[in-house]
């Protein structure tokens, strides 16, 4: 029997905006509603700016609000997509842009790979470490407004299939600790798609593979995340009028991937086109996959897009350790649970990246049995919105 998780209690306005039933419909290669238009004639990068207002929002596009976290000035039930000045609409949301609301400061916490050591062991899952992980980020003062999860949250055979939904409600289970301050906001991995192989596609497997389909009913919609594609974005801005900044973080799913139509291709060039202050892409494989093996089908093109857009960061996992490629302006942190790969010397944790007065992110490393920043020489950084490096303070 899969447990089922009460949604988070701040996303009620999910009935104002729209039926996900329909989301996504039109009959537009793309996948995308018919309300939600690209205007192809703008000045953004690659081809295509948003219409600036010009277009109602399709009334079938989901939209989520989750509420702001400060005094409100969101207007609940719809998506607010903000340009890079800090504030001003730019035009009618893609869809799966969920609305995070306003925050006093960027402050959020990421984690990746939560599994066990060996496929369908459920009895070894790490929920202790995972539960501890979470319960460490939510004791952060200051508190963190969120979490973001890299990817991995089971290690089941998806021909059996037994086990993939027990495990995905073991990791809702452990994130229980952190809901209460905030939402955790969960990336694909390929472990969601296969139970091995880390260039396997379930584009379309929606209800034909146990472990795609638990990452979409027992993981992302539990979580209060739209659940009928595993891609979306979060977008948050200043709550501070004096301070003004907007963020968004786009959730990847490279390992469901339309090779032939381009659907969540085409979408993450759409939602990477919306100017903000920040922009930080969440995914599960990095760049330089370990091990030499081949990478997610996803992994390529969105590579190839983020040298046409500005980005801060990206933030991903599937090498259980940890590392700062500067080069590729990625965190790779893969210290949920999972077996550590070879080499690594460090233990689980748990990375914290928090805005500060200058503007920059600085992430840290922390040590989740002491909760101090590890011992690794790269385990604290900082950059600067537009992902150049800036000394750590």
Same mark, same amino acid.
């Given at each position: ?10 996303? +009620? ?10 989301? /996504? /419909? ?7 509603? /018919? ?8 000045? *953004?990068?690659?081809? /295509? ?7 109602? &929002?399709?009334?079938?596009? +989901? ?12 207007? &609940? ?24 609301? #306003? ?10 790979? #939560? ?11 790490? !929920? ?9 980020? *939510? ?5 963190? &407004? ?36 905030? +939402?955790? $906001? ?8 296969? $139970? ?38 979060? #977008? ?5 009028? #004096? ?13 469901? $991937?339309?090779? &032939? ?5 085409? $979408? ?15 995914? @599960? ?16 093109? !969105? ?14 996992? @599937? ?29 689980? %944790? ?6 500060? *007065? ?16 590890? %011992? ?13 490096? !800036?000394?750590?303070?």
């Amino acid at each position: 029997m899969r447990l089922r998780w009460p949604l988070l209690a701040l996303l +009620p306005a999910l009935a104002c905006g729209g039926n996900l039933a329909n989301a /996504g /419909g039109g009959d537009d290669a793309s996948g995308f509603g /018919g309300g939600a238009a690209v205007d192809g004639g703008g000045d *953004a990068p690659g081809g /295509g700016s948003l219409d600036a207002g010009t277009e109602a &929002a399709d009334a079938g596009t +989901p939209v989520l609000d989750a509420g702001p976290r400060d005094a409100g000035t969101e207007d &609940a039930g719809h998506v607010t997509i903000f340009d890079g000045d800090g504030g001003t609409p730019s035009g009618p949301p893609p869809p799966y842009v969920i609305n995070g609301g #306003t925050l006093a400061s960027l402050d959020f916490g990421v984690v990746g790979d #939560t599994r066990p050591w060996i496929y369908d062991d459920t009895a070894q899952y790490p !929920t202790a470490i995972i539960t501890q992980i979470f319960q460490d980020m *939510a004791n952060l003062s200051p508190p963190i &407004a969120f979490v973001t999860a890299t990817g991995d949250y089971m290690f089941a055979d998806p021909i059996l299939g037994t086990e993939a939904s027990k495990q995905a409600d073991l990791f809702v289970g452990a994130a229980q600790k952190f809901l209460s301050v905030g +939402p955790v $906001w969960t990336s694909m991995g390929n472990h969601e798609c296969d $139970w091995a192989t880390s260039n396997d596609n379930c584009f379309g497997q929606d209800t034909s593979n146990p472990n795609y389909e638990a990452f979409l009913q027992d993981i992302l919609a539990p979580l209060g995340i739209p659940n009928q594609v595993p891609y979306f974005a979060v #977008t948050y801005s200043s709550s501070d009028p #004096t301070r003004p900044w907007t963020a968004k973080f786009v959730y990847i799913a490279p390992n469901s $991937w339309d090779t &032939a139509n381009d659907t969540q291709g085409k $979408w993450a060039q759409q939602v990477l086109a919306i100017p903000t202050t920040y922009t930080f892409l969440v995914r @599960h494989q990095p760049t330089n996959n370990p091990g030499g093996n081949p990478p997610a089908p996803g992994v390529p093109p !969105t590579d190839a897009l983020l040298q046409e857009y500005p980005f801060t960061l990206k933030l991903t996992g @599937h090498s259980h350790s940890y590392m700062y490629d500067q080069k590729n302006r990625e965190i790779v942190n893969g210290l949920g649970g999972a077996p550590f790969d070879t080499g690594y010397n460090g233990d689980y %944790g748990y990375v914290v990246c928090r805005q500060r *007065a200058d503007m920059a992110i600085q992430c840290s490393l922390y040590d989740y049995k002491s909760n101090a920043v590890a %011992g690794d020489p790269n385990a604290t950084l900082a950059v600067n919105p537009d992902g150049s490096s !800036t000394p750590a303070q």
